[in-house]
């Protein structure tokens, strides 16, 4: 017994040290879309930025450019690169107490697409073969950010930078896509697209929280989602008994409450819902600030019958905004 107390003693000494020594070589990191294949927007300064730990010396080198910084008191750390032009594609190095490399950066225009089904809806999804077999450009590159919701200001997305090719055009916005191909034919530079979006969402979802409040609008908006919140307990409670006598019903009992139009219970809006207001700014926008854009695409719609027209007049409001908060 004494033997394996011993034992225990020692793993559990060896786990912390090796947390403290975790926690005081932590390794310097960058914001989500910086990863193998970025796109960087041309002729405009650059931010980039990351975690490290504070008072950390950082160094960012891309290209002839080299600029460093000290992460502050809370670990955050961001540089500028200056203003470039389209070119070859280049490696980006950031050193901190360990060193970052990103493969194949390339300069050109970038854009943000976001917003609901117009924009969620992929290149697979047209059934044009055709459009997919001749795909291949290595010009044209998207970042999907991966679906998420949160309460409060997130930091961090997961995504990878695609270069476009018949492998993976699939799953690029449609939308997106062909204006991708158009611009890039034009302009001759690369072009970047930021798919933020998902189907079946409303524009006050994808509105910061300030923006909401500052905005008399969507005042509405918050009164409806306060009701929600106060009815969850009750709809949770109904639900749970719906779905307990789902999963106890016969095959038979469910399709005959299909023909009532009762089907599977589905859970309730909770405060952690795509619905809620700001939740996938908060997700899936904000993690994005500030990487530097040409522009927007936004794509989304108002439920609220009574605010839909003051809700459109405000759209360009919402667009000025996010260019706000991306910088």
Not at 26 to 36: E, G, H, I, T, Y
Not at 53 to 62: D, H, I, K, M, N
Not at 97 to 114: F, I, S, T, Y
Not at 193 to 203: A, E, K, Y
């Amino acid at each position: 017994m004494k033997i394996k107390f011993l034992l225990r003693v020692v793993l559990t000494g060896i786990a912390l040290l090796t947390a403290l020594t975790g926690a005081l070589h932590a390794d310097v990191s960058l914001a989500p879309l910086f990863v193998d294949h970025a796109v960087l927007q041309r002729r405009v300064a650059v931010p980039v930025w990351g975690q490290a730990l504070p008072g950390e010396a950082v160094r960012v080198e891309f290209r002839e450019h080299a600029v460093a910084t000290v992460a502050d008191e809370g670990g955050r750390w961001r540089v500028q690169l200056p203003p470039m032009e389209a070119g070859a594609p280049g490696e980006l190095v950031v050193t901190g107490k360990n060193v970052l490399r990103l493969a194949d950066v390339v300069v050109g225009e970038v854009w943000l697409c976001g917003g609901q089904s117009n924009m969620a809806f992929r290149v697979e999804e047209l059934e044009r073969p055709e459009v997919i077999a001749e795909a291949t450009n290595a010009q044209i590159r998207h970042f999907a950010v991966g679906f998420a919701v949160a309460a409060s200001p997130a930091e961090t997305a997961k995504g990878a930078w695609q270069i476009c090719s018949p492998a993976t055009v699939g799953k690029f916005t449609a939308t997106g896509y062909y204006f991708a191909r158009e611009l890039q034919q034009r302009l001759g530079v690369p072009v970047g697209l930021i798919n933020s979006s998902v189907g079946g969402t409303q524009i006050e979802s994808w509105m910061s929280a300030e923006a909401l409040a500052s905005n008399p609008a969507f005042a509405v908006v918050q009164a409806r989602w306060a009701a929600v919140i106060g009815d969850y307990p009750s709809q949770r409670r109904d639900y749970e008994a719906a779905l307990a006598w789902w999963k106890k019903a016969s095959g038979r009992e469910r399709l005959e409450s299909a023909k009532q139009g009762k089907r599977k219970p589905t859970p309730p809006r909770s405060a952690l819902h795509r619905d809620a207001p700001a939740s996938l700014f908060n997700a899936m926008i904000n993690p994005l600030v500030p990487y530097a854009l040409r522009g927007i695409s936004l794509r989304s719609r108002c439920r609220q019958r009574d605010a839909q027209r003051r809700v459109w007049r405000t759209l360009s409001r919402v667009d000025h905004g996010l260019a706000r908060a991306l910088g």
